[in-house]
T-cell receptor, first 113, second 111 residues
Protein backbone atom coordinates (compact mmCIF):
# COMPACT_ATOMS: atom_id res chain seq x y z
CA UNK A 1 0.00 0.00 0.00
CA UNK A 2 1.53 3.30 -1.10
CA UNK A 3 2.15 5.91 1.57
CA UNK A 4 1.37 9.59 1.51
CA UNK A 5 2.98 11.24 -1.50
CA UNK A 6 3.92 14.89 -1.57
CA UNK A 7 5.17 16.78 -4.58
CA UNK A 8 7.45 18.44 -5.19
CA UNK A 9 10.07 17.47 -2.58
CA UNK A 10 11.98 20.72 -2.90
CA UNK A 11 11.07 24.19 -4.10
CA UNK A 12 12.87 27.50 -4.30
CA UNK A 13 10.73 30.57 -4.82
CA UNK A 14 11.22 34.32 -4.76
CA UNK A 15 9.48 36.68 -2.36
CA UNK A 16 6.12 37.76 -3.70
CA UNK A 17 5.57 34.66 -5.80
CA UNK A 18 2.94 32.05 -5.08
CA UNK A 19 3.33 28.30 -4.73
CA UNK A 20 1.11 25.22 -4.88
CA UNK A 21 1.97 22.01 -3.07
CA UNK A 22 0.30 18.68 -3.70
CA UNK A 23 -0.54 15.74 -1.46
CA UNK A 24 -1.93 12.32 -2.36
CA UNK A 25 -3.16 10.49 0.76
CA UNK A 26 -3.02 6.77 1.45
CA UNK A 27 -5.65 4.97 -0.58
CA UNK A 28 -8.91 4.91 1.37
CA UNK A 29 -7.96 7.79 3.65
CA UNK A 30 -10.39 10.66 3.42
CA UNK A 31 -8.93 13.14 5.86
CA UNK A 32 -5.91 15.26 4.91
CA UNK A 33 -4.15 17.71 7.20
CA UNK A 34 -1.35 20.14 6.47
CA UNK A 35 1.39 21.26 8.85
CA UNK A 36 4.24 23.75 8.67
CA UNK A 37 7.47 22.75 10.40
CA UNK A 38 10.22 25.23 11.27
CA UNK A 39 13.13 24.88 13.69
CA UNK A 40 11.82 27.64 15.92
CA UNK A 41 8.11 26.83 16.04
CA UNK A 42 8.05 23.10 15.48
CA UNK A 43 5.04 21.55 13.78
CA UNK A 44 2.12 23.93 13.41
CA UNK A 45 -1.30 22.96 12.14
CA UNK A 46 -2.43 24.72 8.97
CA UNK A 47 -5.76 23.12 8.04
CA UNK A 48 -7.62 19.84 7.70
CA UNK A 49 -9.93 18.63 4.98
CA UNK A 50 -12.46 15.83 4.99
CA UNK A 51 -14.70 14.98 2.04
CA UNK A 52 -13.64 18.15 0.19
CA UNK A 53 -14.61 20.38 3.14
CA UNK A 54 -12.26 22.32 5.37
CA UNK A 55 -13.09 21.23 8.92
CA UNK A 56 -10.34 22.88 10.95
CA UNK A 57 -8.02 25.79 10.38
CA UNK A 58 -4.93 26.91 12.26
CA UNK A 59 -3.75 30.42 13.01
CA UNK A 60 -2.19 31.30 9.69
CA UNK A 61 -2.88 34.34 7.48
CA UNK A 62 -5.26 34.17 4.57
CA UNK A 63 -2.30 33.84 2.19
CA UNK A 64 -2.38 30.16 3.10
CA UNK A 65 -5.22 28.25 1.52
CA UNK A 66 -6.05 24.74 0.52
CA UNK A 67 -8.55 22.46 -1.10
CA UNK A 68 -9.39 18.82 -1.42
CA UNK A 69 -10.62 17.02 -4.49
CA UNK A 70 -13.19 14.24 -4.79
CA UNK A 71 -10.42 11.62 -4.92
CA UNK A 72 -9.14 12.96 -1.54
CA UNK A 73 -6.02 14.46 -3.07
CA UNK A 74 -5.26 17.86 -1.59
CA UNK A 75 -3.39 20.98 -2.55
CA UNK A 76 -2.25 23.92 -0.50
CA UNK A 77 -1.41 27.31 -1.90
CA UNK A 78 0.65 30.12 -0.45
CA UNK A 79 0.36 33.49 -2.16
CA UNK A 80 2.66 36.50 -1.89
CA UNK A 81 5.47 34.47 -0.38
CA UNK A 82 7.53 35.91 2.45
CA UNK A 83 10.97 34.87 3.65
CA UNK A 84 9.38 33.53 6.84
CA UNK A 85 7.36 31.02 4.83
CA UNK A 86 10.50 28.97 4.30
CA UNK A 87 9.74 25.68 6.00
CA UNK A 88 9.05 21.99 5.62
CA UNK A 89 5.39 21.57 4.69
CA UNK A 90 3.97 18.23 5.75
CA UNK A 91 0.79 16.55 4.70
CA UNK A 92 -0.81 13.82 6.79
CA UNK A 93 -3.70 11.51 5.99
CA UNK A 94 -6.03 9.68 8.34
CA UNK A 95 -8.43 6.80 7.74
CA UNK A 96 -11.72 8.07 9.09
CA UNK A 97 -13.13 11.14 10.73
CA UNK A 98 -12.32 11.14 14.43
CA UNK A 99 -9.27 8.92 14.05
CA UNK A 100 -6.35 11.15 14.82
CA UNK A 101 -3.51 8.82 13.92
CA UNK A 102 -1.74 10.71 11.20
CA UNK A 103 0.43 9.20 8.51
CA UNK A 104 2.81 11.75 7.09
CA UNK A 105 4.38 12.25 3.72
CA UNK A 106 8.04 13.14 3.31
CA UNK A 107 7.19 16.80 3.05
CA UNK A 108 7.97 19.62 0.67
CA UNK A 109 10.95 21.76 1.58
CA UNK A 110 10.11 25.32 0.53
CA UNK A 111 12.84 27.94 0.45
CA UNK A 112 11.88 31.56 -0.19
CA UNK A 113 14.71 33.83 -1.29
CA UNK B 1 1.87 29.35 24.65
CA UNK B 2 2.88 25.80 23.79
CA UNK B 3 0.06 23.40 24.62
CA UNK B 4 2.38 20.41 24.83
CA UNK B 5 5.77 20.85 26.50
CA UNK B 6 8.44 18.30 25.74
CA UNK B 7 11.59 17.81 27.78
CA UNK B 8 14.42 17.67 27.39
CA UNK B 9 14.78 19.57 24.14
CA UNK B 10 18.10 17.92 23.33
CA UNK B 11 19.59 14.67 24.57
CA UNK B 12 22.95 13.17 23.65
CA UNK B 13 23.80 9.79 25.16
CA UNK B 14 26.07 6.81 24.61
CA UNK B 15 24.91 3.55 23.11
CA UNK B 16 23.51 1.24 25.78
CA UNK B 17 22.23 3.96 28.08
CA UNK B 18 18.59 4.34 29.10
CA UNK B 19 16.60 7.55 28.69
CA UNK B 20 13.17 9.05 29.31
CA UNK B 21 11.47 11.81 27.36
CA UNK B 22 8.52 13.70 28.79
CA UNK B 23 5.47 15.32 27.26
CA UNK B 24 3.40 17.51 29.59
CA UNK B 25 0.30 19.65 29.33
CA UNK B 26 -2.32 21.32 31.48
CA UNK B 27 -4.96 20.15 28.99
CA UNK B 28 -6.69 16.79 28.75
CA UNK B 29 -6.30 14.80 25.55
CA UNK B 30 -8.52 12.06 24.18
CA UNK B 31 -5.45 10.38 22.74
CA UNK B 32 -1.77 11.00 22.48
CA UNK B 33 0.67 9.85 19.85
CA UNK B 34 4.43 9.59 19.66
CA UNK B 35 6.28 10.04 16.40
CA UNK B 36 9.89 9.79 15.34
CA UNK B 37 11.25 12.00 12.60
CA UNK B 38 14.56 11.70 10.79
CA UNK B 39 16.18 14.64 8.97
CA UNK B 40 14.46 15.48 5.69
CA UNK B 41 11.63 13.03 6.29
CA UNK B 42 8.12 13.19 7.66
CA UNK B 43 7.26 12.00 11.18
CA UNK B 44 6.55 8.28 11.53
CA UNK B 45 3.89 7.16 13.99
CA UNK B 46 5.28 4.96 16.79
CA UNK B 47 2.30 4.50 19.10
CA UNK B 48 -1.09 5.84 20.14
CA UNK B 49 -2.23 5.80 23.78
CA UNK B 50 -5.85 6.37 24.62
CA UNK B 51 -6.64 5.25 28.17
CA UNK B 52 -5.37 7.06 31.26
CA UNK B 53 -2.58 5.01 32.87
CA UNK B 54 -2.06 2.98 29.72
CA UNK B 55 1.39 1.52 29.11
CA UNK B 56 2.47 0.26 25.70
CA UNK B 57 5.72 -1.43 24.78
CA UNK B 58 7.37 -1.48 21.38
CA UNK B 59 10.55 -3.57 21.67
CA UNK B 60 12.91 -1.38 23.72
CA UNK B 61 10.48 1.58 23.83
CA UNK B 62 7.92 1.96 26.61
CA UNK B 63 5.17 4.55 26.37
CA UNK B 64 2.97 5.66 29.24
CA UNK B 65 -0.11 7.87 29.30
CA UNK B 66 -0.75 9.73 32.54
CA UNK B 67 -3.76 8.81 34.66
CA UNK B 68 -5.34 12.21 33.99
CA UNK B 69 -4.53 12.02 30.26
CA UNK B 70 -2.53 15.23 30.43
CA UNK B 71 0.99 13.87 30.11
CA UNK B 72 3.00 11.04 28.66
CA UNK B 73 6.49 9.61 28.75
CA UNK B 74 8.68 7.61 26.42
CA UNK B 75 11.38 5.42 27.91
CA UNK B 76 14.07 3.80 25.77
CA UNK B 77 16.11 0.96 27.19
CA UNK B 78 19.64 0.26 25.95
CA UNK B 79 19.58 2.99 23.31
CA UNK B 80 21.14 2.29 19.93
CA UNK B 81 22.46 4.68 17.24
CA UNK B 82 19.43 3.76 15.14
CA UNK B 83 17.23 5.42 17.78
CA UNK B 84 18.68 8.81 16.82
CA UNK B 85 16.02 11.24 15.66
CA UNK B 86 13.48 13.85 16.68
CA UNK B 87 10.80 12.44 18.97
CA UNK B 88 7.49 14.27 18.84
CA UNK B 89 4.42 13.88 20.97
CA UNK B 90 1.05 14.98 19.65
CA UNK B 91 -2.30 15.26 21.38
CA UNK B 92 -5.83 15.13 20.05
CA UNK B 93 -8.74 16.80 21.79
CA UNK B 94 -12.24 15.43 21.40
CA UNK B 95 -13.04 14.14 17.95
CA UNK B 96 -10.99 16.76 16.17
CA UNK B 97 -8.48 15.78 13.53
CA UNK B 98 -6.36 18.71 14.65
CA UNK B 99 -3.26 17.34 16.32
CA UNK B 100 -1.28 19.59 18.64
CA UNK B 101 2.42 18.82 18.57
CA UNK B 102 5.16 19.40 21.09
CA UNK B 103 8.37 20.93 19.77
CA UNK B 104 10.16 17.63 20.07
CA UNK B 105 13.17 16.06 21.73
CA UNK B 106 16.22 15.70 19.53
CA UNK B 107 17.95 12.48 20.55
CA UNK B 108 21.48 11.56 19.51
CA UNK B 109 22.83 8.15 20.43
CA UNK B 110 26.58 7.94 19.99
CA UNK B 111 28.22 4.60 19.18
Amino acid sequence: KAGVTQTPRYLIKTRGQQVTLSCSPISGHRSVSWYQQTPGQGLQFLFEYFSETQRNKGNFPGRFSGRQFSNSRSEMNVSTLELGDSALYLCASSFVQGRTEAFFGQGTRLTVV
Amino acid sequence: TQLLEQSPQFLSIQEGENLTVYCNSSSVFSSLQWYRQEPGEGPVLLVTVVTGGEVKKLKRLTFQFGDARKDSSLHITAAQPGDTGLYLCAGAQGGSEKLVFGKGTKLTVNP
